[in-house]
T-cell receptor, first 112, second 108 residues
């Protein structure tokens, strides 16, 4: 079955630790995205990548980093510089720019 | 200022009712998307449209480009339709803007 997987579903970390969220897709999509969802707010774009080895900052990139070494993988690292990292993180992919997006199941990160 | 506004924020309906969720946007768009998010958090894309109307089962999405407005209709609503419905727009430069969602509860 084609789709997007994110792991783990729930993640707990201590403040000051970096943490990496996994996102893998087998849809052969070129574009991949990371969003953050907070209660009462719309999804906000953290980073996106249109091709391998290239990525662009979204609206709230500070405190986050990404890599795109393989077409199917787009991991997100939440660094200790991110002031308020507790949130629900969603990864998505699309076949190209501005096309329909397919979303992963999300990772709920809690930092204490 | 939000580029995408949805109404209502919350909606409770009796099973069988006809439901309408509205979305207004303030920017020039390439396409408008309706998404469904279930309590577990996963999001499914329902429609992508840039003009006119699309129908899939009991769901209908319409868009009026001149008025910068879209509606999502659910006919013969069912408890399994209970979810958060999110309107999003895609604009040039690979940007997407999302509404805050409409939380729908359908009571048996």
């Amino acid at each position: 079955d084609g789709g997007i997987t994110q792991s783990p579903k729930y993640l707990f970390r201590k403040e000051g630790q970096n943490v990496t969220l996994s996102c893998e897709q087998n849809l052969n999509h070129d574009a991949m995205y990371w969003y953050r969802q907070d209660p009462g707010q719309g999804l906000r774009l953290i980073y996106y990548s249109q091709i391998v080895n290239d990525f662009q900052k979204g609206d709230i990139a500070e405190g986050y980093s990404v890599s795109r070494e393989k077409k199917e993988s787009f991991p997100l690292t939440v660094t200790s510089a991110q002031k308020n990292p507790t949130a629900f993180y969603l990864c998505a992919s699309s076949i190209g720019r501005l096309r329909e997006q397919y979303f992963g199941p999300g990772t709920r990160l809690t930092v204490t | 200022k939000n580029e995408v506004e949805q109404s209502p924020q919350n909606l409770t309906a009796q099973e069988g009712e006809f439901i309408t969720i509205n979305c207004s946007y303030s920017v020039g768009i390439s396409a408008l998307h309706w998404l469904q998010q279930h309590p577990g958090g996963g999001i499914v894309s329902l429609f992508m449209l840039s003009s006119g109307k699309k129908k899939h089962g009991r769901l209908i999405a319409t868009i009026n480009i001149q008025e910068k407005h879209s509606s999502l209709h659910i006919t013969a609503s069912h408890p399994r339709d209970s979810a958060v419905y999110i309107c999003a727009v895609s604009i040039a430069g690979n940007q997407f803007y999302f509404g805050t969602g409409t939380s729908l509860t359908v009571i048996p």
